[in-house]
């Protein structure tokens, strides 16, 4: 069983920036592909966006080019770097690590953006 930690949530401003970590159980976290995901309230969990290894990314189109993700193995942790935060970025952040059958999430992380 892999345990996922999410921080760094919080409330800010709109136009304003914070970094998401999720820090990781595994004893092998670079086989692990990690995404982020959020649920907004009374809305369905959305893909953010993924790291499939080092070099592979992937964003969902709302957030490309203000989101980025980034991870670090040998801490076993994956981080979401959020800049020029929008309102309707506010959601519960989730992080996933999924490797063949195996998938596991955290139980999420609060961010809110005020207009």
């Known amino acids: 069983q892999v345990q996922l930690v999410e921080s760094g949530g919080g409330l800010v401003q709109a136009g304003g920036s914070l970094r998401l970590s999720c820090a990781s159980s595994?004893?092998?976290?670079?086989?692990?592909?990690m995404s982020w995901y959020r649920q907004a309230p009374g809305k369905q969990r959305e893909f953010v966006a993924n790291s499939y290894d080092m070099d592979t990314t992937s964003y969902a189109g709302s957030v490309k080019g203000r989101f980025t993700i980034s991870r670090d193995n040998a801490k076993s942790t994956v981080f979401l770097q959020m800049n020029d935060l929008k309102p309707e970025d506010t959601a519960v952040y989730y992080c996933?690590?999924?490797?063949?059958?195996?998938?596991?999430w955290g139980q999420g992380t609060q961010v809110t953006v005020s207009a």
């Open positions: 996933n690590a999924r490797f063949a059958t195996m998938e596991y």
């Open positions: 595994a004893t092998r976290f670079s086989i692990y592909s």
